[in-house]
Structure formats: C-alpha cells, structure tokens
C-alpha cells in the first residue's frame, strides 16, 4: 500500500521551507543594502575629506608663494656698511 499521508505532508513541508527561504533571502537583501548605503556614505565622507585637505594645500600655496613674492620685491635693508 502507498503512504498518503506523507506524500501530501511533504508538498506543505517543501512549501514552508520555500516561505522560509525567501523570508530568510528578503532579510539578508535587506542587511546588504543597508551596508551598502553605510559604505557609500563613508566613501563620499571620504571625497569630501579629500577635496576639502586639496584646497586648503592649494590656499595655502597661494598664500606661501604671494608671501614669498612680496618678501622678494622688497628685500629686508642689509646690515653691511660700505666702505
């Protein structure tokens, strides 16, 4: 004789561990983007950080070389007295 009972207990289990698994898939999904998100905002923090370190090596040249300009178009009175 056939086991009935168990041929229709088996569709149910397989339909539950079918459920099971996509619930389980949607969570991870789920977990991924939001690490994503998390390691997209710590790149472009770190953009920013880059530009920002860039220009102030770019205003602080500028201000380096016009200092430098300026001590060269008046250069300080030598001490040397000539006799």
Same mark, same amino acid.
Request: no cysteine; charged share 25%.
């Given at each position: %004789?056939?086991?009935? @009972? *168990?041929?229709?207990? &088996? @569709?149910?289990?397989? *339909?539950?561990?079918?459920?099971?698994?996509?619930?389980?898939?949607?969570?991870?999904?789920?977990?991924?983007?939001?690490?994503?998100?998390?390691?997209?905002?710590?790149? $472009? &923090?770190?953009?920013?950080?880059?530009?920002?370190?860039?220009? &102030?090596?770019?205003?602080?040249?500028?201000?380096?070389? %016009?200092?430098?300009? *300026?001590?060269? $178009?008046?250069? @300080?009175?030598?001490?040397?007295?000539?006799?």
């Amino acid at each position: %004789m056939t086991d009935r @009972p *168990e041929t229709s207990a &088996a @569709p149910n289990e397989t *339909e539950q561990l079918t459920r099971l698994l996509e619930l389980e898939l949607i969570q991870k999904r789920a977990t991924w983007k939001q690490a994503g998100e998390r390691y997209r905002s710590f790149r $472009a &923090a770190g953009f920013i950080f880059l530009f920002l370190l860039v220009i &102030a090596g770019l205003v602080g040249g500028y201000f380096a070389f %016009m200092r430098v300009n *300026e001590q060269r $178009a008046n250069p @300080p009175p030598s001490s040397n007295i000539d006799r």
